[in-house]
């Protein structure tokens, strides 16, 4: 028999066009995905070089980072840098014979959101994109990681990357997720367990019992957070959700083509006895919704916690670390998360802008009103995620809570388009990352869950949506 | 890509952990479709006031950090966002070498492919070198990436590990894509043999 093989293994070796020894491997890529704010420079390249695009067929575009999400400024951009991009973006497709998914054809979206959406992202394949959450897709037992414009430019000319070959751990869960928490709440808590640094040099395969019982979306949002703790991917294992989902979706293999895909999915697997770098244990059981309270993934507490103390740092760069986080959150150590205020809310990002998401936070705010002081922004992750969410009702519970319902896009999870917050303005964001200026110039970020931000938003503050009032 | 083979130049201590790439360019600097103006913005958020006012607490609006080709910085350097921008923003500051106990996977690829030498030192080394940086000013180190040592004026000669082969690309200034596509015959080969066993991707 061959050597055990981990799923990370196959999808790598299956995919390799050379590996010599001491160099990097030159993978083979199968997706490539494009956006407007990481990809001009490398069009440029091409044409500066007089290079062609080797697979525009395997290449798909769209414009997600820059686009505004309300209806009268979508198809009008007062910020004249970004529509160049944009205009940039559409130039380059147009020229090159790339498949774009432009403003207002029912396929636009969050670039990480349309790619399962459509069925582009499928198990086995190898997927990149300029955009580090690019991870997200990995859920569906792909190897799909983030780059930089440079390799970006160099897909686009070889349909390859070079890749020095990354270690793998493993992370097994055990038991359920208990009502209430959510898979947002999980990875916030394997992020904070790893740090921001624990996985960097490794693809993490999620495995055991919770994972086996999510939803692709669920898994999605586990994926998509592996680059938090510095993992070059996360991978999940396909299994009959995964086909469920990707089966009769505009690109999924159809006919006979479905059944031999399938048969070759089925083999994705980790084999018995595989051997990894690392291997890490998680008891779901004992998992509770999950606060940030600082200025990276990793510095988070369960809701029912208080802010903890710099004084328990384990080292002092550590230390340092919290005081500096404290200082810019405007938060005092051991005040309770319970007790802190919020002014906004973010539903929406490629971690927590799809369907379920917006379901579970419209389940929490149905029947109940957004507090006075709160403005809340939720904005779905691509068009069709907006369009099922207005088939079934979603938009009115979202708007007769007093929520702003808008138009698709990346949004406040970065803010590169209008939407941003003031500065000190403290915000409950479903979206992926609290660093210092990410949502605006001195913004106060706090990464929950959509449940738990739902529930902010009705409170004014932080509170454990365990024991939430439902009225519907 | 401009060949970096010895360096010497004038070091800037940014001692603190997980320096991520929404720091070293801030997103509202994203928009340009150039590859160039972005050094101007380096740090933005820390470097200025919101008026934008250099602010008088940040080190490189100091001498001679201003100057500083080297820097310093605690673990976990480039993590977050994979925006290469980062990376054209420091060398167009005039940083050509970054030191720190760990850099993220994608900065350190996006670093690479812009001649820019990133190079993992041992927390307490890291430490020192920030000091010195901080009571010198200036304080010069010379990096000699083909010998793999680091010295300094005052005895100093730490060596440093780095993959040859990414040593070979930054001593020669080599460009990837011109590096790949001398295989483009494996990668034509990968294709046809793919489309022959099993379903080709779509």
């Known amino acids: ?472 | 890509m401009e060949p970096i083979c010895k360096h010497r130049g004038v070091v800037a201590p940014l001692h603190r952990e997980n320096i991520d790439t929404d720091q070293i360019i801030p997103k509202q600097h994203l928009k340009r479709i150039e590859r160039s103006g972005f050094g101007q913005f380096l740090f933005s958020d820390w470097r200025y006031h919101a008026d934008g006012s250099d602010r008088e607490d940040f080190v490189l609006n100091h001498e001679p950090f201003r100057k500083a080709t080297i820097l310093v910085a605690g673990k976990n350097f480039g993590c977050g966002s994979s925006r290469e921008h980062a990376a054209w923003a420091l060398g167009e500051f005039g940083f050509r070498v970054i030191l720190a106990p760990s850099f993220a996977d994608i900065f350190r690829n996006n670093a690479g492919n812009n001649g820019l030498l990133v190079i993992e030192l041992a927390e307490p080394t890291i430490e020192r070198l920030a000091q010195h940086a901080h009571n010198q000013r200036p304080y010069h180190l010379t990096v000699d990436l083909e010998k793999q040592i680091i010295t300094d004026d005052l005895g100093l000669a730490e060596k440093f590990e780095i993959e040859a082969f990414r040593r070979h690309r930054l001593m020669n200034g080599l460009d990837e894509i011109g590096m790949t596509l001398l295989h483009a015959d494996d990668i034509t080969r990968f294709e046809q043999d793919r489309n022959k066993s099993g379903p080709a991707p779509r």
């Open chain 1, 1 to 472: 028999m061959s050597t055990p093989k981990t799923l990370f293994e196959k999808v790598w070796d299956s995919h390799l066009v050379r590996a010599p020894e001491g160099e990097p491997a030159l993978l083979y890529i199968d997706l490539h995905l494009v956006h407007e704010v990481t990809s001009p420079q490398a069009f440029e390249g091409l044409r500066l070089a007089n290079r062609k695009i080797r697979r525009p067929d395997l290449t798909f575009a769209t414009i997600d980072h820059n686009v505004p999400t309300t209806l009268d400024e979508r198809f009008h951009i007062k910020d004249q840098i970004a529509a160049q991009q944009i205009a940039t973006l559409r130039k380059n497709c147009e020229a090159n014979g790339i498949p774009l998914f432009d403003i207002g054809s029912g396929r636009q979206g969050i670039v990480h959101v349309i790619g399962p959406e459509l069925g582009l992202t499928q198990p086995g394949k190898t997927i990149v994109c300029g955009d580090s959450h690019t991870s997200t897709h990995g859920a569906f037992g792909a190897l799909a990681f983030g780059i930089g414009t440079s390799e970006v430019e160099h897909v686009l000319a070889t349909q390859c990357v070079s890749q020095k070959k990354p270690r793998c751990m493993r992370i097994s869960t055990t038991g359920r997720l208990p009502e209430g928490t959510a898979s947002k709440d999980l990875i916030l808590e394997i992020i904070r367990q790893l740090g921001t640094d624990g996985g960097t040099g490794y693809v993490i395969e999620y495995a055991g019992d919770v994972v086996r019982s999510l939803t692709m979306e669920e898994r999605m949002t586990m994926c998509n957070m592996s680059i938090e703790c510095g993992a070059r991917a996360g991978m999940i294992a396909p299994d009959e959700t995964t086909l469920e989902y990707v089966k009769d979706r505009p690109y999924a293999p159809n006919g006979d083509a479905w059944d031999e895909a399938v048969k070759e999915w089925e083999k994705l697997v980790t084999d018995e006895g595989a051997a990894f770098d690392c291997e890490i244990a998680i008891d779901g059981t004992q998992l509770a919704p999950i606060v940030t309270w600082g200025t990276n993934p990793g510095m988070s507490v369960p809701v029912t916690a208080n802010v903890p103390d710099p004084e328990q740092a384990r080292n002092a760069s550590e230390r340092a670390a919290m005081l500096s986080a404290l200082e810019y959150m405007g938060l005092k150590a051991g005040l309770r998360i319970e007790d802190v205020s919020i002014d906004r809310v973010f539903i929406g990002s490629c971690t927590n802008g799809r369907l379920e998401d917006l379901r579970a936070a419209a389940k929490v705010i149905h029947g109940h009103k957004v507090h006075p002081c709160v403005t809340v922004l939720v904005v779905p992750g691509s068009e069709a995620v907006k369009q099922a969410a207005e088939r079934e009702g979603l938009d009115r519970i979202f708007k007769d809570a007093g929520a702003q319902w808008r138009e698709p896009g990346c949004s406040m999870c970065l803010g590169m388009n209008p939407d941003i917050l003031a500065p000190r303005q403290r915000c409950a964001s479903t979206s992926n990352r609290n660093f210092e200026g990410r949502q605006g110039r001195n913004g106060r970020t706090h990464l929950v869950s959509p449940e738990t931000a739902a529930a902010a938003a009705v409170a004014g503050h932080f509170v454990d949506v365990r024991g939430w009032e439902y009225r519907n």
